[in-house]
């Protein structure tokens, strides 16, 4: 039987830690483009209630878009903003992973520069990413890696994201989510839905639901 792991970005917003009951890791937002000690400690303690490992999820300090925006900070300051939501994570628990997170996540995979300034100052030696600098870097240094693939976004021809600003970029039919899950299963470690995508619980449960039917095991990936 094959496997994949199921993560969702979560301690993000009000109501998204329900998605702890399907799931398999859990990217808990660390306080740069939300999440806070209270947010971060419940949504610690709901990974351990429901077996769900925990990865850290850290971005750009940048609430006010939530961290989907393209700040172009040099390298180190980044790698050191990077370390220091890690490490407040780390301080309330074991932290399997690290996902970046939004515009950091492409930059990272995209500018090797950054990517080895991020990887030098990393606790945590298991990185959760798309193909490009950072896992390729990561796997460079022995480091533990595993590949993510997207249920509920659109994709180019060329394997990239959709950006959010263009039409179309967040998938919204479930029908279409349980798909491309179904799709990329076989070729990933890990699947994300994201916690803020509307009725996110209900894909999560149909596409949890979808792979095991298919005969593909959900467990967490660490």
Not at 53 to 62: E, F, I, L, M, R
Not at 138 to 157: H, L
Not at 180 to 209: E, K, N, Y
Request: aromatic content about 4%; proline content about 5%; hydrophobic content about 40%.
């Amino acid at each position: 039987m094959s496997a994949v792991d199921l993560n969702a970005d979560l301690g993000e917003i009000p109501g998204d830690l329900v998605l702890m009951e399907v799931v398999t890791s859990a990217n808990i937002a660390c306080g740069g483009h939300a999440g806070d000690a209270r947010s971060m400690s419940e949504a610690v303690k709901a990974a351990a209630d429901h077996g769900v490992h925990v990865g850290a999820h850290p971005s750009y300090p940048d609430r006010e878009g939530f961290g989907r925006v393209e700040r172009y900070e040099a390298p180190e300051v980044v790698a050191r903003q990077v370390r220091e939501q890690v490490e407040a994570l780390a301080s309330l628990g074991e932290v399997h992973y690290v996902k970046l997170h939004g515009a950091l996540y492409h930059r990272a995979n995209n500018d090797p520069a950054l990517a080895e300034a991020i990887l030098e100052v990393l606790p945590v030696h298991h990185v959760l990413a798309q193909v490009g600098a950072l896992l390729s870097g990561a796997r460079e240094r022995g480091w533990g890696t595993t590949e993510e693939g997207f249920c509920d976004r659109a994709y180019r021809e060329d394997g990239t994201l959709v950006p959010r600003g263009e039409p179309g970029a967040v998938l919204e039919d479930e029908a279409e989510v349980v798909r491309q899950a179904i799709r990329l299963a076989p070729r990933v470690g890990s699947l994300c839905l994201h916690g803020d995508t509307p009725g996110a619980l209900a894909f999560a449960r149909r596409v949890r639901a979808a792979l095991e039917e298919s005969g593909i095991e959900v467990r967490p990936f660490t």
